[in-house]
Nanobody
Framework: QVQLVESGGGLVQPGGSLRLSCAAS????????IGWFRQAPGKEREGILC????????YFGDSVKGRLTISRDNAKNTVYLQMNSLKPEDTAVYYC????????????????????WGQGTQVTVSS
């Protein structure tokens, strides 16, 4: 059974940083394309960082450009999302997702159909 489990969310002050984790079981994350998404109350789900497998092409949502980085620890079968310079409008539930590594254009990396999703972790940015 495949599971993706996010962690690392919480309350942070504006301008602060958080690192979210996405730990996988039942699949090897390094074989999949990865996406990070978020959904704020009353808003549609938004793809914020999606990366292809292999060539490392990365799509960043306009609202987060320059503030996010993704990394992997294959030994732990975990991917991380480092978020810096957080703003109140970053408040949302954050989800990681994985999909089979079919080719998508750069701009469609987040619009692709993802096969597996985590349960989400809440990030609240507030003073």
């Amino acid at each position: 059974q495949v599971q993706l489990v996010e962690s690392g969310g919480g309350l942070v002050q504006p301008g602060g940083s958080l690192r979210l984790s996405c730990a996988a079981s039942g699949l090897i994350l390094d074989y999949y394309a990865i996406g990070w998404f978020r959904q704020a109350p009353g808003k549609e789900r938004e793809g914020i960082l999606c990366v292809s497998r292999g060539d490392g092409r990365t799509y960043f949502g306009d609202s987060v450009k320059g503030r996010l980085t993704i990394s992997r620890d294959n030994a732990k079968n975990t991917v991380y999302l480092q978020m810096n310079s957080l703003k109140p409008e970053d408040t949302a539930v954050y989800y990681c997702a994985a999909r089979k590594p079919y080719y998508y254009s750069h701009y469609d990396l987040c619009a692709a159909d993802y096969d597996y999703w985590g349960q989400g972790t809440q990030v609240t940015v507030s003073s």
